[in-house]
């Protein structure tokens, strides 16, 4: 034998003795702590298994690092899916503790996937701070793109997505701050970038990625095209991020949609019989070994689409019951994920030892998505609400209301509504809105992104657990100080005055007054029973006081009739009762006796008052019927407090044509300031003050007939709301949002 040959037989001896070797590291690894069985039971252990064992064995490097990035993706959508767990708040520690910042690199996609956590805590907390340095890094991208060739290793090519795995890092953050901020600049720069990744690196006859352009001529070692599994990976596992951030009616929607279809199909070609999908994807043999970066990566795109009906069921699913069972097998008994190739460019070597937080972030993203099925599978009956939202603005904690008829042997308690999207039971509350005994209404509330869309499930006769009730929402009658009515919610509490109020002391204040008095509370800390039993609610004993004045006006909300030029108000309550409390909303009804107002006739106002939790605005639905005299005709307005003689107002604001009124009010003590707010949601035809320093809208109506109006209250102490400008924006917002309903459909 020739020096030659023996070179080439010792060579292949080699790998053969290597393969052997890794091959029995695999057999003989740590029994498995993942089982494979698709329970919704098993799924969640599994995921609370790995997630939990990840968050005690950090890495050594910056938890903003893209590999952080993408372990927070996953966790974040474990912590949706799974409140109770407290995963949201080992994100939000971080995130704190970074002040949400990133790393150094604003053009660097890597730097930008800590954003996908960051803008998820934005819209999830509703605080503004987690988003600011993101959209401030891709604010200064879109103001200077780069121009840089695409080659890779050229001069600034990095600046751009010049990389497969580049289209996990970036992109979705530019759509979920698209979706926060309603600004379609951000879906048009990246349509632009990624369509230029695409044009450059994607092999339309494989319906694959090429990782970089070195392996455009760089083959594997079979000689056949080097496209790496983790490479595609990230591709596939992005395509779902943008997507669901994306508004249905997007131009280039169907471009997205049909990628991750093209990729699904190509992808599950490749798959190994160990179910996994091996590093190189076409030379499976270099190294022989499953990965489980890419595979989890590529389940979860997959997944994903045969959860929204992109990809048929009877052809993937047993694609993605195998790459499960390989991705289990790889979970030692304490959660570790093995099979992970390390931080790489290409196919390399790794052990069943070898694990990475992005392995990690992606077990959770594609288990999440497979409990998802799963559930949809026990709830063969379920029903699909789909929601959404028709306006370019992000909506917070906004009630969806759907008709409910409870009928004959239904167990409410086993009712449940799931949030498809976060994968979790959320709150829902059965209310009798026409108070006539029955439950005729199923409520629940969720945030809804600029343009999109979203889907929830009514499950009845449900095993999944119930959502636990945070916070508070409801209204009572105050007997212990008066006859007060008081009614809040986790952001804000009003309280209206009754008969006993009006009598003289020493048995009332001799106040008489039909308008809104304010708390100013700490939010999500209930208080009106605090502070009615403690009864000094004038100084801030940690949660708020009363520091409002109403005295004879409108204070934060009342109504008027305007004749002969004059304003008349009623007087004090003369009726209430609650017809239904939270968690999601409470309502009641009043009414008003009869008062004069002028000519000899009376008017007389019954109110139907509901308050949203989350909400910092109740809406008020109001009659006015006349008696005596033969006008059928009456002029109403709905006003606000703005005057001199009560509250120190800095800034009063006043917009006819969008109908709302505005104040912004700083007491002289040391307690922050407050903002009051009065909107109506129809034209007003008029205006008018009245003696009490009070501004009204006003506008004719039939006797008896009934309008709408809405008050609210801020406090700057306890809200992201600071300033009179701050206030006047979400006061506008929220007339936008009453204007422009949510759209939901039910099927």
């Not at 988003?131 to 840089?148: F, G, H």
């Not at 190994?272 to 030379?283: C, I, Q, T, V």
């Not at 409108?554 to 409390?581: E, M, P, Q």
Request: net charge positive; aromatic share 12%.
């Amino acid at each position: 034998m020739s020096m030659q040959g023996f070179s080439f037989s010792f060579n292949r001896l080699q790998q053969s003795i290597l393969v052997l070797f890794l091959f029995f590291l695999s057999v003989f690894r740590v029994a498995s702590g993942a089982p494979a069985d698709w329970k919704e039971k098993t799924i969640k252990e599994n995921l609370e298994l790995v997630a939990a064992w990840q968050i005690a064995h950090p890495v050594k490097r910056s938890h903003l690092h893209w590999t952080y990035g993408a372990f927070y993706s996953g966790l974040m959508q474990y912590a949706l899916a799974n409140p109770q767990s407290m995963k949201l708040q080992t994100v939000r520690t971080v995130g704190e503790g970074s002040q949400w910042g990133i790393l150094k690199r604003p053009y660097h996609a890597d730097d930008h996937a800590i954003g996908h956590a960051w803008m998820e805590m934005a819209m999830e907390d509703e605080n503004p701070a987690a988003a600011e340095k993101i959209r401030a890094v891709l604010d200064k991208v879109m103001a200077r793109p780069s121009s840089a060739s695409l080659e890779f290793q050229t001069p600034g090519c990095q600046d751009r997505w010049c990389w497969s795995d580049a289209l996990f890092m970036a992109p979705p953050v530019f759509a979920k701050l698209a979706a926060y901020t309603g600004d379609r600049r951000y879906l048009e720069f990246m349509d632009r970038e990624y369509k230029a990744a695409y044009d450059y690196l994607f092999d339309k006859k494989e319906g694959l990625f090429y990782r970089d352009s070195r392996y455009f001529t760089i083959p594997a070692a079979n000689g056949k095209k080097m496209f790496w599994s983790r490479g595609n990976g990230w591709v596939i596992a992005g395509l779902p991020m943008i997507l669901q951030d994306m508004p249905q009616d997007w131009p280039t929607r169907h471009f997205y949609v049909d990628l991750l279809k093209r990729m699904a199909a190509a992808l599950k070609k490749f798959q190994s019989p160990d179910g996994s999908w091996h590093a190189s994807l076409m030379d499976p043999a270099e190294p022989p070994l499953k990965e489980m970066s890419g595979t989890l990566f590529i389940m979860y795109g997959m997944m994903w689409g045969v959860n929204q009906g992109y990809l048929d069921e009877k052809e993937y699913l047993p694609v993605i019951r195998k790459a499960w069972q390989a991705a289990c097998g790889a979970v030692n008994a304490e959660g570790a994920l093995g099979w992970v190739q390390p931080i790489a460019d290409k196919p390399g070597h790794y052990s069943g030892n070898d694990t990475e937080v992005y392995g990690s972030g992606a077990y959770l993203l594609a288990g999440c998505e497979l409990r998802k099925w799963v559930i949809r599978q026990d709830h063969p009956r379920r029903k699909t609400v789909s929601v959404t939202n028709p306006l370019n603005v992000f909506r917070p904690r906004e009630t969806v209301s759907v008709p409910w008829n409870p009928g004959k042997g239904r167990d409410s308690s086993r009712l449940r509504v799931f949030d498809v999207r976060n994968g979790c039971v959320i709150v829902h509350q059965l209310a009798d809105t026409d108070g006539d005994g029955r439950m005729d209404t199923l409520l629940f509330q969720s945030n809804f992104r600029a343009g999109a869309s979203r889907d929830f499930w009514i499950l009845e006769n449900s095993s999944l657990d119930a959502a636990p009730v945070e916070g508070v929402c409801f209204s009572r009658h105050v007997p212990e100080r008066l006859d007060d009515f008081a009614w809040e919610n986790d952001r804000t509490a009003h309280r209206i005055y009754g008969p006993a109020v009006s009598r003289p002391a020493p048995e009332g204040e001799g106040l008489v007054s039909s308008g809104t008095d304010v708390w100013s509370k700490k939010a999500g800390v209930p208080v009106i029973n605090e502070f009615y039993k403690k009864g000094d609610y004038h100084r801030d004993h940690g949660n708020g006081l009363d520091m409002y004045n109403v005295g004879p006006g409108r204070g934060c909300g009342g109504i008027a009739v305007f004749r002969d030029g004059k304003a008349h108000v009623s007087g004090n309550w003369a009726k209430v009762r609650t017809l239904y409390n939270g968690p999601v909303q409470t309502a009641f009804e009043v009414s008003y006796a009869p008062w004069n107002v002028g000519g000899g006739m009376k008017a007389v106002e019954t109110r139907k008052v509901t308050l949203d939790a989350g909400s910092h605005f109740t809406r008020v639905r109001s009659s006015v019927t006349l008696n005596g005299g033969n006008s059928s005709e009456i002029r109403v307005g709905a006003g606000l407090d703005t005057g001199k003689k009560r509250n120190s107002y800095e800034v009063v604001t006043a917009d006819r044509e969008a109908g709302i009124m505005a104040a912004w009010s700083r007491p002289k003590e040391d307690n922050g300031c407050f903002g009051t707010a009065v909107m109506v949601p129809w034209a007003p035809d008029g205006a008018a003050e009245d003696g009490e320093g009070c501004s009204y809208w006003t506008r004719s109506m039939k006797s008896g007939n009934s309008f709408d109006w809405y008050m609210g209250a801020v406090w700057s102490k306890a809200s992201p709301v600071k300033s009179a400008e701050q206030w006047e924006k979400e006061v506008r917002r929220v007339r936008d949002c009453i204007r422009t309903p949510l759209q939901v459909k039910v099927r």
